[in-house]
């Protein structure tokens, strides 16, 4: 069974820093890309940044380029996301799955609430 735990989310002051954590098991965790997502209040869920089953290729979408990392600890089955700059538009739940489209995505874990304050 698929488990996706999110941690590490919190309240920060606009420029802060916060490293989410993504602790996945129920599947092999080294033969899948992985992602983070958010979803902001009255929004939709939206990609954020994806990375290889083996920590190549990080893809992240223009509104977090050069502001996030993610990374992987394959070792510990753990997805992570450094959190740099922050602005109030972050402010969203976050959520870890395996990286593809949203719309083929039907588990998701119960996310961690990030909140940007201005």
């Known amino acids: 069974q698929v488990q996706l735990v999110e941690s590490g989310g919190g309240l920060v002051q606009a420029g802060g820093s916060l490293r989410l954590s993504c602790a996945a098991s129920g599947f092999t965790f080294t033969d899948f890309g992985m992602g983070w997502y958010r979803q902001g209040q009255g929004k939709e869920r939206e990609l954020v940044a994806t990375?290889?089953?083996?920590?190549?290729?990080?893809y992240y979408v223009n509104s977090v380029k050069g502001r996030f990392t993610i990374s992987r600890d394959n070792n510990n089955n753990t997805l992570f996301l450094q959190m740099d700059s922050l602005k109030p538009e972050d402010t969203a739940v976050y959520y870890c799955n395996k990286a593809q489209s949203i719309s083929y995505i039907r588990f998701w874990g119960q996310g961690t609430q990030v909140t940007v304050s201005s």
């Open positions: 990375i290889g089953s083996r920590g190549q290729r990080p």
